[in-house]
C-alpha cells in the first residue's frame, strides 16, 4: 500500500517562502497526493489536490501564495510571502481503490 | 457548499461502543462522493477510519477493521461511525469528511471523544 514520509518540522522567517515535501513510496511514485492545512485546535483545511505532473486544484480560498510541484516520488508544497498565520501542521493525503493514508504530518513555524 | 457536522457521546467507557453521526447539509449524501471518518489522538497526528459511498459499500482501515462499522442514512443525509471494544488509545479527536476528485476535500469540526471510566 501506498506509504507518505514527512519531515517532522520546518521553519522559516515571515516574509520569506518556504517548501514542504512529501514523499511517495518505491512503486508509488505515479500517486497523486492532497495537502491539508491544520492551524492549532482547528479541523483540517484541505489546500490542494497535486498530480505527479506538477499540475495541482486548489480549494476554494486558497491563497495564490500557495502553490504545489512535483518531482518523482517527490511532492512539494510552497508557500511564498510567509504570514503568520501559515504556521501550522501539515498533512499530505494519498489513496487508492482500498485504502487512504496520511503522512505524519510537518509542523511549520514562522520565525 | 456542502458542510458537514459531527455528533456524539464526548464520553465512552473502556469496552464500549463508540457511536458518531455526521450531518451533511448543502449536499446529499446520496452524490458520487465517498464519506470518511479520520481520527487525530492528542498531539498525534491523522489516522483513516474508513469510509462509505452511498451505494452501502465500504472500505475500511485494515488495523479497524474488525472493530468498525461505518453506516448511512439517506433519509437523514447523515452517516454513522461505530467503534466497538474501545479502550484508551481509541481517545481522540474524531472527524468527517467527504471526498471529491479521490482526495479528502471538505471536513467537519471534529468532536472530542474520551475513553475513561
Known amino acids: 500500500q501506498p506509504v507518505l514520509t514527512q519531515s517532522s518540522s520546518a521553519s522559516a522567517s515571515l516574509g520569506s517562502s518556504v517548501k514542504l515535501t512529501c514523499t511517495l513510496n518505491?512503486?508509488?511514485?505515479?500517486?497523486?497526493i492532497a495537502w491539508h492545512q491544520q492551524r492549532p485546535g482547528k479541523a483540517p483545511r484541505y489546500l490542494m489536490m497535486?498530480?505527479?505532473?506538477?499540475?495541482?486544484i486548489k480549494g476554494s480560498g486558497v491563497p495564490d501564495r500557495f502553490s504545489g510541484s512535483s518531482s518523482g516520488a517527490d511532492r512539494y508544497l510552497t508557500i511564498s510571502n510567509l504570514q503568520s498565520e501559515d504556521e501550522a501542521d501539515y498533512y499530505c493525503?494519498?489513496?487508492?481503490?482500498?485504502?487512504?493514508?496520511f503522512g505524519g504530518g510537518t509542523k511549520l513555524t514562522v520565525l | 457548499q456542502v458542510q458537514l457536522q459531527e455528533s456524539g457521546p464526548g464520553l465512552v467507557k473502556p469496552s464500549g461502543t463508540l457511536s458518531l453521526t455526521c450531518a451533511v447539509s448543502?449536499?446529499?449524501?446520496?452524490?458520487?462522493?465517498?464519506w470518511s471518518w479520520v481520527r487525530q489522538p492528542p498531539g498525534k497526528g491523522l489516522e483513516w477510519i474508513g469510509e462509505?459511498?452511498?451505494?452501502?459499500?465500504?472500505k475500511y482501515n485494515p488495523s479497524l477493521k474488525s472493530r468498525v462499522t461505518i453506516s448511512a442514512d439517506k433519509s437523514k443525509n447523515q452517516f454513522s461511525l461505530k467503534l466497538s471494544s474501545v479502550t484508551a488509545a481509541d481517545t481522540a479527536v474524531y472527524y468527517c469528511?467527504?471526498?471529491?476528485?479521490?482526495?479528502?476535500?471538505?471536513w467537519g469540526q471534529g468532536t472530542l471523544v474520551t475513553v475513561s471510566s
Open positions: 469528511a467527504r471526498e471529491n476528485s479521490g482526495c479528502l476535500g471538505g
Open positions: 462509505i459511498y452511498h451505494s452501502g459499500s465500504t
Open positions: 497535486l498530480q505527479d505532473t506538477g499540475n495541482y
Open positions: 448543502g449536499g446529499s449524501i446520496t452524490s458520487s462522493n465517498w
Open positions: 518505491s512503486g508509488h511514485s505515479g500517486y497523486s
Open positions: 493525503e494519498t489513496w487508492d481503490s482500498y485504502t487512504r493514508v
